[in-house]
């Protein structure tokens, strides 16, 4: 039934935890709060993923921000750390590898801006997809059910041969809307769990030679 696997890439593919990222840095919860706002939580942070701010501007804005709360040194530490958090998944790049051997098409459908989708296309996991779509290129954001529609029209894909997969339970659930599968993503285990019970197969292949073997192994010898 299933034929696409399509996946999110800020916390499902590389790691993204911005409220983690908050607590590891400052220690304190109501300054988290107010620091998420002004940055990951912003209306600049969403404007910057559709594409509709360049980095330089939407910095520009929040140190603006940061400054008239009295929390300046904080935003800028933000600004220039937060690119750390980007670590590869290493768990996901080999399920990927997996499903991809298994005859699946693979594309990624991410809120991301243009100056992080380049750094992402310049890791060895992204010749895993056969296409895609990241929300900086079409000006429009998860979970908008426009930005999937997108992605299927652009690919010529059947809305029911696919799942997607996102670390946001509002934007998996999105998907619904046109008829896309979708998994909210917490972790690789329970990931790999909900797959198996869509019928998607993510088991290794077996090579010719292995399953001859096998089968010689198991076969009654004779008397």
């Known amino acids: ?61 929040m140190r603006e921000k940061g400054l008239a709360l009295g929390c300046k040194y904080e935003v800028d ?10 670590r590869t998944r290493d768990d996901t790049v080999q399920l990927l590898k997996r499903l991809r051997k298994r005859g699946y098409s693979l594309f990624y459908l991410s809120n991301i801006p243009f100056d992080v989708l380049e750094i992402l296309q310049q890791r060895n996991f ?21 930005i999937f529609m997108a992605l299927l029209q652009k690919y010529n894909l059947v809305a029911e041969e696919c799942i997607f997969i996102d670390d946001n339970k509002t934007n998996a659930a999105a998907s619904y809307e046109v008829n896309i599968t979708g998994i909210h993503f917490r972790n690789i285990r329970l990931l790999a769990r909900a797959l198996v019970g869509y019928g998607v197969h993510i088991e290794k292949k ?18």
């Open 126 to 146: 992204w010749r895993l997809f056969h296409g895609g779509i990241a929300s900086c290129e079409v000006k429009l954001n998860k979970p908008d059910p426009r």
């Open 77 to 86: 530490t933000i600004l220039t750390d937060w690119f750390d958090m980007l």
């Open 206 to 223: 077996q090579t010719a030679d292995a399953e001859n073997a096998a089968a010689k192994s198991t076969a009654p010898k004779a008397e």
């Open 1 to 61: 039934m299933y034929k696409n696997i399509i996946v999110d890439l800020g916390g499902v593919v590389v790691d993204y935890a911005p409220r983690e990222f908050l607590v590891d840095h400052f220690l304190n919860e109501k300054l988290e709060n107010k620091l998420y706002d002004i940055t990951f939580g912003s209306n600049e942070w969403m404007m910057m993923d559709a594409g509709e701010l360049t980095r330089a501007e939407g910095n520009r804005i």
